[in-house]
């Protein structure tokens, strides 16, 4: 069921999506060769409390996965996709990392995440991370009233096909308010015009995941790491973005 948000609503999830903003904001800025990712996930979770929220992934346990989420933050490190659980793993120059972060401000959460390089990337790395940002914003232009929830897909997919990336199958973006994930699904590809009208008030995570290559992929021994099979890189970015009847609000930015 698709649960479309009133103004006041709207207005708490923007305070949680500034908390995420800020949380990625720090954390990015501490992304180095040498770091580990339990420090960064410990930057996360301090940020996240000391804003006055909490960790929308911490103790997550959605039905696909065979324990709780143990971290605030999921780092997923080249060949992982998403849901990577921060270990002491340190990061080495040429890596991409994506951080994803979700936070709860009375009752609602934001969701957003980002793919960053670790010191210097080649030209292919950073060019994935590029389009894969550029899909994101390609979305988030037709989230508006009066469009398809598809015309958001299509949009995210084709700037995949356009530049010959992969696009991770079964994932993708989903309503957001009082559950972290609500309906209805965002794909990342397909067919414009398809699915329910977009209406005031509807709150979506939009989230390209594009792979640098094949995109078939695995679970990891963890059961919560999505990696690719071949070891090909991948970037994931997302925002919560409100639709209005004015236009798309991204509500995860400073
Ligand atoms: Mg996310
Ligand atoms: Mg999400």
Known sequence: ???????????TMRRAGRVVARTLERVVAAVKPGVSLRELDELGARTITGEGATASFLGYHPRFA???FPASLCLSVNEVIVH????????????????DCGAVVDGYHADAAV??????????AARLLEATERALWAGIAQARVGNRLS???????????????GILADHGGH????????????DNDGRPGRGPRLRDGLVLAIEPMFVDGD??????????AVATRDGSR??????????????????TVP
């Open 175 to 186: 309503g957001v308010g009082q559950l972290l994930h609500e309906d209805p699904s965002v």
């Open 115 to 124: 793919t960053v390089p670790v010191g210097e990337i080649d030209p292919a």
């Open 151 to 165: 015309d958001i897909s299509h949009a995210v997919g084709q700037v995949a096909h356009a530049s010959g990336y």
């Open 1 to 11: 069921m698709v649960i479309l948000k009133s103004r006041d609503e709207i207005a």
């Open 215 to 224: 995109p078939a992929y695995l679970h990891r021994p963890d059961g919560w």
């Open 84 to 99: 990577g659980i921060p270990d002491r793993t340190r990061l080495r120059a040429g890596d991409v990392l994506s951080i």
């Open 234 to 251: 991948s970037a994931h970015f997302e925002h919560t973005v409100a639709v209005l009847d004015d236009g798309p609000e991204p509500l």
């Open 66 to 68: 065979p324990t709780p």
